[in-house]
């Protein structure tokens, strides 16, 4: 026994170096940052090479720097300008003595730059483990940081109902978590052959929607190809952004296919910020995962706007206002709140289709449906009833002179010419009829429909192109 223990005290203990070596590496496992891991990393490279050193890590959207000056800040400072240019595309500087590259899934992550080489062999080895447990941690707070994306974003579109609402709450969520300046949806429109990108609030069928081409864009290049491309704007690319949302030709861009059954049927890009480091494939692996969100929140909202929309012009449908009106009408009973129908029906329309064809027909009512989209406001809602006829229901409008003055604006956005082509002009114009609720003492939501009807038949049979009140009840006796 006494033989033994003089063994043993006499094995060669931790030298401090090594000790420092231990212990950082511990910390560095169980750091809660990157750029704690990083400030770690650089400082036990500094005690291995008895020299300063200093780092930068490329997290997302966002650099980390760190250096350990060793009481020369001066070359301190000269080492973290190297390591800025070492890790950008195209180096600007000379290369450091010692310049150790960081990887992390294939792709530069960081780089750490020494003062001096590292001595002797025991020390470069040490330098190696440190480099793959930076790389570990990287990933474990990587993964962690993307699961509580993933939920945080899952909880936010649960408590939401609107389909155009929660594709720009993904992309608000992701362009922030990516540290990009903007991002885009793209759907394939199949009658145009091209790519139509959904602008904020903007609905998933609207025909309002800005279209790119196929070829010479990025999100082109992936609904062909069926896979995710990091990669420059080109000028093409740049058409999809309109101010202010300041995108040029050769900033950097992700994308990555929406896909659903099996089958690609448009692309999810975010646009770097130009101070912000490049995408790179652990990027594009989690937007993959964002977009089959996505493209399953888009399949399932496209099922959703059949049921409800009018196939040509994107209005809801008939049995979508059979639904709203019943629902209005309940929702005033229970609340004391009035709200106002208005059916309009165009004039002269069947000498359009008579003069024009019915194709003519088709592009002239979807061009009427846009302007009056674009003259409601952001609450109301306008169906398509039937042929060229189309009801709106104003929430909350309960007096004659804002109803009045709302149909009046919608009639005098519908009196124009509309240019379907260089060949062809068609002027429009449209008779509408009003009643509210409960003004008009209608006892059933069908009364109110055939009052704004009864109304729109005096502003036709009147001279059309007007706007017309629903007689109010006589007073009691």
Same mark, same amino acid.
């Given at each position: ?60 959207? &966002? ?6 000056? +060793?009481? %020369?800040?001066? =070359?301190? @400072? !000269? *080492? /973290? ?50 480099? &793959? ?6 990933? +474990?707070? %990587?993964?962690? =940081?993307? @699961? !509580? *994306? /993933? ?327």
């Amino acid at each position: 026994m006494k033989q033994r223990h003089a063994a043993f005290k006499g094995a060669p203990r931790r030298t401090p170096v090594a000790q420092t070596w231990c212990d950082g590496l511990q910390q560095l496992l169980l750091a809660e940052t990157e750029q704690a891991a990083l400030d770690l990393l650089v400082a036990i490279c500094s005690e291995l090479a008895l020299a300063p050193a200093a780092g930068v890590a490329k997290g997302r959207g &966002v650099y980390y720097h760190s250096v350990h000056s +060793r009481g %020369r800040s001066q =070359a301190g @400072a !000269q *080492l /973290l300008e190297q390591a800025i240019d070492a890790i950008e595309p195209q180096p600007r500087l000379e290369p450091t003595p010692v310049c150790l590259p960081l990887f992390h899934l294939g792709d530069l992550i960081a780089v750490v730059c020494l003062g001096s080489k590292v001595r002797p062999a025991v020390r470069r080895a040490m330098l190696a483990t440190l480099r &793959v447990a930076f790389a570990q941690t990287i990933d +474990r707070l %990587r993964r962690s =940081a993307e @699961a !509580q *994306l /993933l939920a945080r974003l899952s909880a936010s579109l649960s408590a939401s109902r609107d389909p155009s609402d929660m594709v720009q709450q993904v992309l608000s969520f992701t362009t922030a978590a990516f540290g990009g300046t903007t991002g885009r949806v793209f759907l394939f429109d199949e009658r145009a052959g091209d790519l139509k990108s959904l602008n904020d609030g903007e609905n998933l069928e609207s025909p309002a929607s800005i279209h790119v081409g196929l070829d010479g864009t990025l999100a082109g290049q992936v609904v062909q190809q069926g896979q995710g491309v990091i990669g420059e704007l080109e000028p093409a690319d740049v058409l999809a952004f309109p101010e202010p949302a300041h995108v040029l030709p050769g900033m950097q861009g992700l994308c990555v296919p929406l896909a659903y059954a099996g089958r690609v049927f448009g692309a999810m890009m975010l646009v770097g910020r130009q101070s912000s480091p490049r995408f790179s494939t652990d990027d594009m692996r989690l937007l993959a995962t964002i977009g089959g969100m996505m493209a399953a929140l888009i399949a399932n909202a496209r099922l959703y706007v059949r049921a409800v929309r009018d196939a040509l012009t994107g209005a809801y449908n008939r049995g979508a206002f059979d639904s709203a009106l019943e629902q209005s009408w309940q929702r005033a009973s229970e609340l004391q709140i009035g709200f106002t129908l208005i059916l309009l029906d165009f004039d002269n329309f069947k000498q359009v289709n008579d003069r024009f064809g019915h194709t003519i027909g088709d592009q002239v009512l979807q061009m009427a449906t846009r302007i009056l989209w674009e003259a409601l406001r952001t609450d109301d809602v306008i169906f398509r009833y039937g042929g060229e006829e189309f009801c709106v229901l104003l929430a909350g409008v309960a007096e004659p002179p804002t109803a009045l003055g709302i149909a009046e604006r919608l009639r005098a956005a519908l009196d124009c010419s509309l240019v379907v082509n260089e060949l062809v002009r068609v002027p429009i114009s449209a008779s509408l009829g009003v009643a509210i609720h409960p003004l008009h003492g209608a006892l059933k939501a069908r009364e109110l429909l055939d009052l704004a009807d009864d109304a729109a038949y005096q502003a036709k049979i009147s001279g059309k192109n007007r706007v017309v009140l629903a007689p109010l009840p006589a007073p009691p006796a």
